[in-house]
């Protein structure tokens, strides 16, 4: 094996020690005679290797397994009891728009009537005292007591 | 990680939160640490670790007893490390690697001083940041945890070359990034 060779095992089955004995034995003699790999195979084990061999472990906090029980919990719990008084968020927002718009039109409808009756009323009005400045006798008793009345009197 | 039994895995499935605390116990310290390797920050690995065990909670009913039942943890545990790595990434932009590191403070007292005080932890941190979360994975699940190839390749559902060949890539940059150090300190 080449120093080429070498160099592409040593980063990986070498180090990882995957490599069967035989070819094992054939890179330790080959790093023994060979002062370039062998400096390279020390900077790798110091580098990229040493690092992780004392990195040891963190202890996981409590808080983590607490969050994922009540997160889980929370999830899974039934329904409120005051769920079945309460309709779902959705179907009570489609309720509240609704007979807010039911009101609205109700209100609207009640206006436009009474403003139609009140037209009516008024119309009514002007027509009869419209009448009486005529001094029209087919209006009626009240116009014709009326004009009995201008009659005597003026 | 101790020997999880199936029956405890079958009343976790069926909802069993005791059972599901069981599993909790024996797999959740090397998840965290693997979260706190892939994501290199303790609050990302906290949020990391809580969105695994929800998403390993949601998915036991469809784990099928074929592979090993760490091996199916290890790859939900790094696609989810992954994951919130790459969204706080694209979110904060809050990657700071290792050059810029070295190029606003150098090889700084502080720096150095920082790494000696809480020894190889700040280095392991620092170096590992000069590696994506992908070499990343491999690194620790080799490195740390002591994978086999074999079950990195399983765990990661990437084959065998492409386990060597990340891992020559994250040592090839581990390297580099030593010798750098090095020098800058002399």
Same mark, same amino acid.
């Given at each position: 094996?080449?120093?080429?060779?070498?160099?592409?095992?040593?980063?990986? $089955?070498?180090? $990882?020690?995957?490599? $069967?004995?035989?070819?094992?034995?054939?890179?330790?003699?080959?790093? @023994?005679?060979?002062?370039?790999?062998?400096?390279?195979?020390?900077?790798?084990?110091?580098?990229? &290797?040493?690092?992780?061999?004392? /990195?040891?472990?963190?202890?996981?906090? $409590?808080?983590?397994?607490?969050?994922?029980? %009540?997160?889980?919990?929370?999830?899974?719990?039934?329904?409120?009891?005051?769920?079945?008084?309460?309709?779902?968020?959705?179907?009570? /927002?489609?309720?509240? &728009?609704?007979?807010?718009?039911?009101?609205?039109?109700? /209100?609207?409808?009640? #206006?436009?009537? %009474?403003?139609?009756?009140?037209?009516? #009323?008024?119309? %009514?009005?002007? @027509?009869?005292?419209?009448?009486?400045?005529?001094? @029209? @006798?087919?209006?009626?008793? &009240?116009?014709?007591?009326?004009?009995? /009345?201008?009659? #005597?009197?003026? | 990680?101790?020997?999880?039994?199936?029956? !405890?895995?079958?009343?976790?499935?069926?909802?069993?939160?005791?059972?599901?605390?069981?599993?909790?116990? *024996? *797999?959740?310290?090397?998840?965290?640490?693997?979260?706190?390797? !892939? +994501?290199?920050?303790?609050?990302?690995?906290?949020?990391? +670790?809580?969105?695994?065990?929800?998403? !390993?909670?949601?998915?036991?009913?469809?784990?099928?007893?074929?592979?090993?039942?760490?091996?199916?943890?290890?790859?939900?545990?790094?696609? +989810?490390?992954?994951?919130?790595?790459?969204?706080?990434?694209?979110? +904060?932009?809050?990657?700071?690697?290792f050059?810029?590191i070295i190029e606003t403070h150098g090889y700084s007292p502080e720096i150095k001083e920082e790494a000696?005080?809480?020894?190889?932890?700040?280095?392991?941190?620092l170096?590992?940041?000069?590696?994506?979360?992908?070499?990343? *994975?491999?690194?620790?699940?080799?490195?740390?945890?002591?994978?086999?190839?074999?079950?990195?390749?399983? *765990?990661?559902?990437?084959?065998?070359?492409?386990?060597?060949?990340?891992?020559?890539?994250?040592?090839?940059?581990?390297?580099?990034?030593?010798?750098k150090a090095v020098a800058d300190e002399l």
């Amino acid at each position: 094996m080449n120093c080429k060779e070498i160099k592409e095992i040593l980063f990986t $089955d070498y180090l $990882d020690m995957q490599l $069967d004995s035989q070819i094992m034995e054939q890179v330790r003699k080959h790093l @023994d005679g060979c002062p370039g790999c062998r400096k390279l195979e020390e900077e790798l084990r110091l580098q990229a &290797v040493a690092p992780f061999k004392n /990195a040891g472990n963190e202890r996981v906090p $409590d808080s983590v397994w607490f969050g994922i029980r %009540e997160q889980l919990l929370e999830r899974d719990k039934p329904q409120e009891r005051f769920s079945k008084f309460f309709l779902p968020r959705p179907a009570l /927002a489609f309720a509240t &728009v609704s007979i807010a718009i039911i009101l609205v039109v109700a /209100a609207v409808t009640r #206006y436009n009537l %009474e403003k139609g009756q009140m037209r009516e #009323y008024f119309t %009514e009005q002007l @027509d009869f005292y419209s009448s009486l400045n005529n001094g @029209d @006798d087919d209006t009626g008793s &009240v116009s014709g007591t009326g004009s009995l /009345a201008e009659s #005597y009197l003026f | 990680m101790e020997e999880i039994t199936r029956d !405890i895995i079958e009343r976790a499935a069926g909802g069993d939160m005791d059972a599901f605390e069981v599993i909790y116990k *024996a *797999a959740s310290g090397f998840v965290f640490n693997l979260a706190l390797r !892939i +994501t290199n920050s303790r609050p990302d690995a906290e949020e990391t +670790t809580q969105d695994i065990f929800i998403r !390993i909670y949601d998915n036991l009913k469809r784990f099928e007893f074929r592979s090993s039942f760490k091996t199916w943890i290890y790859r939900i545990a790094v696609n +989810t490390a992954i994951n919130v790595y790459n969204r706080n990434i694209r979110n +904060t932009g809050r990657r700071v690697d290792f050059d810029t590191i070295i190029e606003t403070h150098g090889y700084s007292p502080e720096i150095k001083e920082e790494a000696e005080k809480s020894e190889e932890k700040k280095m392991l941190s620092l170096l590992l940041t000069a590696l994506t979360p992908d070499h990343r *994975a491999v690194i620790v699940l080799r490195e740390i945890e002591g994978l086999s190839y074999g079950e990195i390749s399983e *765990a990661l559902k990437i084959n065998l070359n492409t386990v060597r060949s990340r891992l020559k890539r994250a040592r090839e940059i581990l390297l580099e990034r030593g010798k750098k150090a090095v020098a800058d300190e002399l």
